[in-house]
């Protein structure tokens, strides 16, 4: 199994940043994609961003220019770093990974449990 935790939720005002943090546990796998989905109430779960173990990246064009994905491969970390936040990106934020079992051909999705992002004055 993949475990994911999520940390650096929080309230901030419009304007500010946040940086989240998702931590992998991963022994006996390989993660190909990490990234981020947000759910605001009363909407679907929505792509934030994705970035493939090998490859670019990929943003919702509602953050591209304000949010930027990194991951370290060494720490089995992904970070979201959320600047010029917007009440509108107030949502719950999860960490997804995509992963294979050693020795299997067949990829599964994983999903941390979410950290709470509020942007209100």
């Known amino acids: 199994q993949v475990q994911l935790v999520e940390s650096g939720g929080g309230l901030v005002e419009p304007g500010g940043s946040l940086r989240l943090s998702c931590a992998a546990s991963?022994?006996?796998?390989?993660?190909?994609?990490m990234g981020w989905y947000r759910q605001a109430p009363g909407k679907e779960r929505e792509l934030v961003a994705i970035i493939p173990s090998i490859g670019t990246t990929n943003y919702a064009d509602s953050v591209k220019g304000r949010f930027t994905i990194s991951r370290d491969n060494a720490k089995n970390t992904v970070y979201l770093q959320m600047n010029s936040l917007k009440p509108e990106d107030t949502a719950v934020y999860c960490c997804?990974?995509?992963?294979?079992?050693?020795?299997?051909?067949?990829?599964?999705?994983?999903w941390g449990q979410g950290t709470q992002v509020t942007v209100s004055s």
């Open positions: 991963r022994s006996g796998f390989n993660i190909n994609k």
């Open positions: 997804y990974a995509r992963a294979r079992k050693i020795g299997f051909m067949m990829e599964y999705d994983y």
